[in-house]
């Protein structure tokens, strides 16, 4: 158990498909990040979100949604994904203030874009 | 444009050797500097970090060596073991407003023979 939670840990989906990944974290951070990794390409930071405000959106395209309800979750929602999109989508959380930068990831959704 | 560069991409060791993987930054805004640890099905998990004002830290059989003058950051896994078979990230952050944002390097696999 990191303290980081995602869900599903597999997805498998159609390009039509609408889904939601899932982040919970239970260390009283609140920052909270989804990474996309995949074979080629190194951790790709894609949102970031600082006591529940969107403070970075990295250039995503718009078929990724985030959506930070409070600072303990995080979701992604996910619609007409490509199958370029296929990859570990991994969600990390952290203190927003202080000198402890440290993340703590969680296990990552797999997602099967087919 | 990648922030951070490491190197190699694979490396294999024999049990007992040292294990060194180097990575180099750009950004002199760069204030954190921490090794992430990832298994396979798993996410990267913190293993050690450095700060630019010390020139080494260690932690067991782990030691970052750190250059500021060269931007050059190094691991050395002493006396490495097959346990310590998997990805290692070099990452640099700094602070952002009311966020940290961490720039990863591409990663090492590293293989340890028994």
């Known amino acids: 158990e990191t303290g980081v939670t995602q869900t599903p840990r597999h997805l498998v989906m159609g390009m039509t498909n609408k889904k939601s990944l899932k982040c919970e974290q239970h260390?009283?951070?609140?920052?909270m990040y989804w990474y996309k990794q995949s074979a080629k390409k190194p951790l790709e930071l894609m949102f970031v979100?600082?006591?529940?405000?969107?403070?970075e959106n990295n250039s995503v395209p718009s078929r990724f949604s985030p959506e930070c309800p409070n600072s303990s979750h995080l979701f992604l929602h996910l619609h007409t994904l490509q199958p370029e999109d296929s990859a570990l989508y991994l969600c990390?959380?952290?203190?927003?203030?202080?000198?402890?930068?440290?993340?703590?990831f969680g296990s990552g959704t797999r997602l099967t874009v087919v | 444009q990648q922030q951070v560069k490491q190197s190699p991409q694979s490396l294999i060791v024999q049990k007992g050797g040292i294990s060194i993987i180097n990575c180099a930054y750009e950004?002199?805004?760069?204030?954190?500097f921490p090794w992430y640890q990832q298994f396979p099905g798993k996410g990267p998990a913190l293993l050690i970090a450095?700060?630019?004002?010390?020139s080494e830290k260690k932690e067991g059989r782990f030691t970052i060596s750190f250059n500021k003058s060269a931007k050059q950051f190094s691991l050395h896994i002493m006396d490495s073991q097959p346990g310590d078979s998997a990805t290692y990230f070099c990452?640099?952050?700094?602070?952002?407003?009311?966020?940290?944002?961490?720039?990863f390097g591409s990663g090492t696999r590293l293989l340890v023979r028994p």
């Open positions: 990390a959380s952290s203190q927003a203030t202080g000198s402890d930068y440290g993340y703590t």
């Open positions: 260390l009283g951070h609140n920052a």
């Open positions: 979100y600082s006591l529940e405000e969107r403070v």
């Open positions: 950004n002199t805004a760069f204030d954190y």
């Open positions: 450095i700060r630019p004002d010390v």
């Open positions: 990452a640099a952050s700094r602070r952002m407003d009311s966020s940290y944002k961490l720039i």
